[in-house]
């Protein structure tokens, strides 16, 4: 690839994931159609009433890796890359997991791990975001401009709201102990991986320091860094601040604690 087409495919890339590619605007139309699974980048459903016609527009889930819609997955893979914008990162960590999985087995284990992936994972789709990945433990969310709009890093703020509210009125996840970490700032996002393992993820130092949040929040607890704080419109005033020394950052980083 050249250097000027490697130039339009990134700026391609950022008119995507920015919200001026108007193609990729049906996707806020989509999200109200019945009803998930749906794909993580369109929001197209894959079951319910809205399956069928998805199916017929080539939107039915691709058979080697059933996030995606076979029309979207075709897009990544033709189109590898992908650009630096502005975004919102949440991570979800369900604390002491191999604690409560001696405790109950793995069969239990598994089945509330599955019902806590599933009421975050609608709750993020709720919240215009892209579902990155579940991994081990905890659940992902993206929140880019063209999804969640120039307030994503509000939307991943109430986002963090509403999956702990919604697994505390869930019988069976309202016991599992969940932190929640929530950063903005500007990462990588795009495809990478290659064939059957392409994957929309974010990559960079956000990525890293929500990750370290989520890991250092208690069960119940929301911690927000003061960037994304103030970027979501917080008032701050009532709020406890603390200072973490997270892994790998050499200076302190200061948050605001939300609790369920």
Same mark, same amino acid.
């Given at each position: 690839?050249? +250097? ?26 989509? %999200? ?15 079951? *319910? ?9 080539? %939107? ?17 893979? +033709? ?14 960590? #369900?604390?002491?997991?191999?604690? =409560? ?8 284990? $598994? ?10 994972? $609608?709750? =993020? ?5 892209? &579902? ?8 992902? *969310? @993206?929140? @880019? ?11 991943? !703020?109430?986002?963090?709201?509403? !999956? ?5 009125h869930d019988t069976d996840t309202r016991e599992l102990p969940v932190g #929640?970490?929530?950063?903005?700032? #500007?990462?990588?996002?795009? +495809? ?14 956000? &990525?890293?320091?929500? +990750? ?9 607890? @929301?911690?927000?860094? !003061? ?19 997270? %892994? ?13």
């Amino acid at each position: 690839m050249g +250097a000027d087409e490697s130039t339009q495919q990134d700026e391609a890339w950022r008119a995507v994931l920015l919200g001026t590619d108007p193609r990729f605007r049906r996707r806020m139309l989509l %999200k109200f159609l019945p009803s998930p699974p749906r794909c993580k980048i369109c929001a197209a459903p894959f079951r *319910g009433a809205g399956g069928p016609l998805m199916r017929l527009i080539g %939107k039915e889930p691709w058979d080697k890796n059933p996030k995606y819609c076979g029309s979207c997955f075709n897009m990544l893979t +033709a189109h590898h890359g992908g650009a630096e914008i502005p975004c919102s990162l949440l991570f979800a960590d #369900v604390r002491g997991s191999t604690t =409560l999985a001696e405790e109950i087995g793995p069969a239990k284990f $598994r089945a509330r791990m599955d019902r806590f992936f599933d009421r975050a994972a $609608r709750v =993020l789709i709720d919240f215009d975001a892209i &579902v990155d990945k579940f991994a081990g433990d905890e659940v992902i *969310g @993206i929140f @880019i401009p063209a999804l969640a709009g120039q307030a994503h890093a509000a939307r991943a !703020v109430a986002a963090a709201r509403g !999956v702990l509210k919604s697994l505390a009125h869930d019988t069976d996840t309202r016991e599992l102990p969940v932190g #929640v970490g929530v950063h903005t700032g #500007v990462a990588f996002v795009g +495809a990478v991986g290659s064939g059957a393992h392409t994957e929309l993820t974010a990559l960079g130092d956000p &990525v890293n320091v929500t +990750a370290r949040l989520a890991s250092a929040a208690a069960a119940g607890e @929301i911690l927000v860094t !003061v960037a994304a704080a103030r970027a979501a419109g917080l008032d701050e005033s009532d709020l406890e601040h603390r200072e973490l020394d997270l %892994k790998g950052k050499s200076e302190s980083t200061s948050v605001v604690v939300l609790r369920a």
